[in-house]
């Protein structure tokens, strides 16, 4: 298939990331991927014909990435098209899957693995397995609520029953699902814990990366989630070491919005960029497990960086978003730094912000992992890491419970060995 210049992506998979599934879609390098995304969580996790507990964009093949180089993703723009979603802690529901109910639901009734539903009134015990007509709900709520949002798209309200129960009723319009997703819209369960509250608009994409290397569920293409894999007791169990083919591409860390860059490995040929998972909003960490889950349009521009070789992600966020120890130092503060620097006659050093994503069973496993990736990339030290960490730098949680973000002030002559620091130079304009 010959490579556009822009593609168009309204399909999704059915939650599994196949490198062995040829990529339908093919971009240039330089080229732009614009697509119309499905809400995430809660929708796929109550719909068990997904087996990923996401639906995520169908991949797309980048002309000239191959495996070793990496693909540098420019969020142009993100637009949430919802006009309500609803979300809340999550409980799973004892015999209604096999191992994992992100992957493996099953009908409790007649047994069937991953069956269709149809949906019957609303509430929590709305979503049937087509076969049996059995409430087939691998997730209930322990507390939620229902969020309505403004036509400007700057702030959400939670509703009362009355209006979590109206919107129920009209649950796909009021999510705007993509015409090709197959989820169960959540606002059909009607949760209305929390009412009357409010809450600031900032859109990201819980989940954009590059394919893993092998058969991966979407949400479990991350250290924290991917540890459910490990000897799991269904088709997509994994070892600790085949763990490592994961590329980190579901991250839920909320930098990842307009107008960040996010660097991504290439470990299949083509890379394979996917992405979904989109969230009206969320504080660091996700600690509910789960945040306001939308559809919404994505702009995104690809160019490939040979040569750099990457185990996970790299972050480029915008300014604002960077720890107040790692922003570009002002006019003021370098003619400080040169002061300084004459009277003592140390040469001054350049140097540029970078995050690098870090992914583990747990917050400590998960900066350990960061950390030993930006020492890798730049033939450094641990240590060294976490001085630059510590002193113009900081750690960030991205989910609870293990993915992070180690951000620094990386030397100038690191950057250029690598080939990113055009790229870091043209982000911050210094």
Partial sequence: MAAKKTVYVNEFTDGVLDPEKEMEYVVQDGGYIVANTTPGCWGPMITPQLKGGHEVTKPVYVEGAEVGDAIAIHLKSIEVTSIATASGNDEPVSGKFNGDPFIAGKCPNCGTVNPETVIDGIGQQAVRCKNCHEDITP????????????EDKSIGMTLDKQGAEDVARNAKAYMCTPEQSIQNPVLTFAPHDIAGAIARFR??????GTTPARPLPDSHNAGDFGQALIDAPHDYSVTEEQLEDRTDGHMDINRVRQGAILVCPVKVPGGGVYLGDMHAMQGDGEIAGHTTDVA??????????????????????????????????????????????????????????????????TLNDATTNGMERAAKLFNTTVPEVMNRATFNGAIEIGRNPGVVTVTFLAPKQYL???????????????
């Fill in 139 to 150: 997730f209930v709520f322990t507390n939620a609520y229902t969020m309505a949002f403004n």
């Fill in 203 to 208: 859109p990201f994409l819980g989940q954009l």
């Fill in 416 to 430: 250029k060995d690598k080939g990113m620091l055009d790229l870091i130079q043209r982000k911050y304009r210094f």
């Fill in 296 to 361: 919404g349009i994505v702009n995104l521009q690809i160019n490939v960086i040979k040569g750099l070789t990457i185990d996970g992600p790299i972050l480029l966020p915008v300014e604002e978003d960077l720890p107040h120890l790692a922003k570009p130092f002002s006019e003021e503060e370098k003619q400080q730094a040169r002061q300084l620097s004459a009277k003592w006659g140390v040469e001054l050093e350049k140097s540029y912000p970078i995050s690098f994503v870090g992914s583990g069973a």
